[in-house]
Structure formats: C-alpha cells, structure tokens
C-alpha cells in the first residue's frame, strides 16, 4: 500500500517534514479559523451587519445581476464571511483529515463533484421556495395573518 | 456471430479491468459511498432549516440570545463560548485520529492504540456536552407566554449599562403573583382511574398579567425583528394589552410542541439536527470502541494492515465536518 502523502499546504505556500507535523500544521489553521469565526460571532462589528449593495431596480438586466451578486445584495457580509470559512474549514478536514489530498483524481471527483452538486441543488431549491412562502405571508395582499 | 461484444478494445487500458483504476480498496470506496449519501442527508436537514427560517426570517430566534451559557459560570451570558469549546473538541478528537492512522500506516500499535483511546475520550466529552445543551434549552431560563397565534412575548425592561439604554430580559419568576384559584393538576389518584396529564405550565396568564400590571417597569418584547436586527420592544400599554388580550399560555423552557425563545420550528430542527449529529457521533464512538478493542487484541496486526482505523477514521471525520456546518448555520448565522 501506498503511504506517500502530499506535505503541502495552501498549495505549496506550507511545506512539512513529516504527515504528522502536517497534521499538527492544519489543527492550528483550523483552530485560528474558528477564532475568527466566535470573535465575530461575538463582536459582530457594524461593518459587516448591514448589505453592502442594495437591489439593482429596473428591468431584466437589473435582475440577473441581483442573481450573480445574490451573496452581496442578499445577505449580510458577515454571515457570507462565515459561510466562506466554514467551507475553507470543510475543505481541510476533507483534504488533510480525510486524505483527499492523497487519493486519485478520479475518486476526489466523484465524490466532490457529486456531493456539491447535489447539495447546491438542494440549497438552491428550498431557499427560494422559502423566499416565496415568506412573501405569501407578509406581502400586501396576504391573507394569512399571524400577529395575534 | 457472437451476440455480446467480449472485447471492447479497451484491454490493457485504466478501465480495462483487472487493475485498480481509483487505487482505493473496496471498504474505503464504501465508506466514501456512505459518506456522500449522508452528507446528503444532513444538507436535506439544514436546507429545510433554511427554508423554515427564509419563510420566518422576520421572527426567527437570535442564537446568540438563546445560546448564552456554560457550565459552571452560572447566570453569566457568554454566548458561542461553549459552542466553540466543543467544535475544538471535535477537531481534536480529529487530529488524534488522523494520528492513529497515521500511527497505523508505520504499524505502530502501541500509538494507535493511545490515538484510538483519545480520539473515544473526546468523542465522550463532545457527547457529554451536547447533552448538556440540551438539557439546558429544555429547562430554559426565563419562560415566555404564548398567544392565540402562537407568537412568544418575552419580557424584560430598559436598564442603564455604561450610560447605555439596554433591554435586559427578566425571568417570569420574578413578577409573577401566585393567585391561589388555579387549576389543580389532574393527578391518577382522582377522578378518572388511572388517567393523568402532564404537568402543567409554571403559572398561569392571569398571574403574569397581574404580576406585569404591578411592576411598571417591566415591558413585553415579540419575536418580529426590527430594522436593526432586534427584538421589537412594545410600549407599556402595548405590553399589556398583548397580553390580556391575546395571551393564551405560559411556556417555560423548550420541547417538540412550544419554546420559549421564539418560534416552535426553531425547537423542532435543534433536537432534531443536533440529534441526528449527536447519534452519528455517539454511533462514531462506538465503532471506535469495537476497533480500539480490535487494536489491542492485535487483529490488525496480524492483518498485517491498519486499514480499519483508516476507514472508521473517515467516518469520525465527517461527522466533524458536518459538525462544522452545524455550527455555522445554527449558532453562527
């Protein structure tokens, strides 16, 4: 069995001895990641609580930009920020924890590719049905009330 | 002419057959299956969070008021501080996996067995704590009431802290007046045989009404969030109205069917999302116990191979990879 591992990180910016020492490397990494992740959760600086870019308004243009920029114009940076960092996380525990790093190209892909695929799909999906419940209730014709 | 085609032109080739085209063995190739399919599961839960709290994104809880407290400092709000602790357990207990099977590929039995023995260690103390958690959101901290439409009003009042105006939560346990006519638990001694019901709410409406009628200071908070990402803070005769008149129970803590922290939904997919995780890490522990055993009696050693720990690693893995994203989207977001 093949026990050769690939000892580098952030794509050769890190290099380590020995899988242990690599090992240790990326606890750190991901322990200063979620430092960041509560002192924000904790803090939350004003900053970052409030969208940096409102809805574009008018016509068809305006929409499919409000699609590709949906992550700035739709949610708080902040919780963009978090999102960001867990998937950096994410990826670590795959890639180093899990060896991913070290596995064919072939079987990274199938499961990668398959997995964020579907999950985006799924994501997508509800999100936007949650989206438009959410306007069934609360817009000027609703007729379900619910603030008794 | 032969009716199946025997060769395809492709001997010799990656996907010829008799070679290893992905270089993985069949049990680590299963594990990876499973694994996709539950990562699959898990993204179905936390999509349908998120649909729960698109379609009430104007009302849904604050985590970081709901979540505020650790053992042993009691009464302080500090919240994320616990939660943090047990995601760097849970990287931990990776990290000494990962060491175990690190340990496993230089077939050095006595480090596996230390790393298996810390890694079971950490999983405990990460299962300990969720239940911690829960048990702590059972109990709650300080009740609410619920209306006719089955919004939470909340109390509290305005307090000065470094010559700040902060709206500072107060339990029902403080103003409530005790008014001695209420309904007696139906026990099984009396009337029906045999029959009970479950024990009823801490107080009743009326007693927070006339308790919230004598103290003018206190004020009732709804679950709406305002412009500025708060609580909206009713007016005094806002406070009472809403309670006299839409008032309907007195909730206390959490479970399936109400909480005290805002919406009943939010409940609901806390026992079940961390539920789900806290079983997939306690299952996780368990197969860890069965393959540290195994280590001891040397049946891997024999095997010639550690590739077991290898695989039951990539399954403790990902329940901390899905931990991750349970932190982040529950307590984080």
Redesign the interface.
């Known amino acids: 069995m093949a026990h050769e591992h690939k000892l580098e990180i952030f794509r050769g910016l890190w290099k380590f001895k020995s899988n242990t020492q690599k090992i240790w490397g990326v606890l750190i990494f991901l322990t200063f990641v979620t430092a960041i992740e509560v002192v924000l959760g904790i803090y939350k600086p004003d900053v970052l609580m409030s969208v940096w870019i409102n809805p574009i308004e008018g016509g068809f243009f305006a929409t499919l930009a409000n699609i590709i920029l949906s992550p700035f114009v739709y949610m708080k940076p902040l919780n963009l920020i978090f999102i960001l960092l867990t998937i950096v996380k994410a990826y670590y525990i795959t890639w180093d924890f899990m060896h991913m790093r070290d596995e064919t190209k072939a079987l990274r892909r199938m499961v990668v590719w398959t997995a964020v695929f579907l999950i985006c799909y799924l994501i997508f999906i509800l999100l936007q049905e949650g989206g438009y419940v959410f306007d069934v209730y609360n817009n000027d014709k609703a007729i379900i009330k619910r603030d008794f | 002419m032969d009716s199946t085609v025997a060769s395809t032109g492709t001997e010799g080739k990656t996907w010829g057959g008799g070679n290893q ?4 063995s069949y049990g680590k ?1 299963m594990m ?1 299956f499973f ?2 399919s539950d ?2 599961t898990f ?2 839960f936390l ?2 969070y ?9 009302e849904w809880p604050i985590a ?1 008021e709901v979540f505020t407290h650790v053992p042993f400092l009691h009464g302080q709000e500090l ?3 616990y939660v ?1 602790f047990m ?2 357990i849970l ?2 207990s ?2 000494t ?3 175990a ?2 340990a496993g ?1 230089h077939m050095n039995k006595a480090k596996v067995t230390l790393y298996m023995f810390l890694t079971i260690i950490g999983g405990a103390i990460f299962v300990g704590s969720q239940a911690w958690e829960w048990a702590t959101f059972i109990q709650g901290d300080y009740g609410a009431v619920q ?5 939470i009003l909340q109390f509290g009042e305005y307090v000065n802290v470094d010559g700040e105006e902060k709206f500072k939560r107060i339990s029902i346990d403080e103003f409530a007046v005790s008014i001695p006519d209420v309904r007696v638990e139906h026990e099984r001694s009396n009337g029906l045989w045999f029959r009970e019901e479950a024990s009823l709410p801490p107080y009743t409406v009326n007693e927070i009404y006339t308790g919230l009628a004598a103290n003018d200071n206190i004020l009732v908070r709804t679950q709406i969030i305002n412009d500025e ?1 708060e609580k909206t803070v009713l007016s005094r005769e806002e406070s009472l109205k809403q309670i006299r008149d ?1 008032g309907k129970l007195v909730v206390k803590g959490a479970n399936l069917h109400v909480n005290e922290y805002g919406t009943a939904l939010f409940a609901d997919f806390f026992f079940f999302i961390t539920g789900f995780h806290g079983f997939h890490v306690f299952s996780g522990v368990v197969i860890n116990i069965i393959i540290f055993f195994n280590v001891i009696l040397g049946t891997y050693e024999r095997r010639g ?1 550690y ?1 077991m720990v ?1 695989k039951v ?2 399954y403790w ?2 329940v ?2 899905v931990w ?2 349970v ?2 989207f529950f ?3």
């Open positions: 085209p992905l270089k993985a190739l990876w694994i996709v990562a699959l993204s179905g999509a349908a998120g649909f729960s709290r698109f379609k009430f994104i104007k970081d919240p994320m501080i943090a995601t760097f990287i931990m990776s990290v996996m990962v060491l099977v690190d590929h209306t006719k439409g089955g919004n990402g839409n191979s590739e290898e690693g990539l893995h990902f901390d990879l991750v994203f932190f982040t307590y984080l977001v």
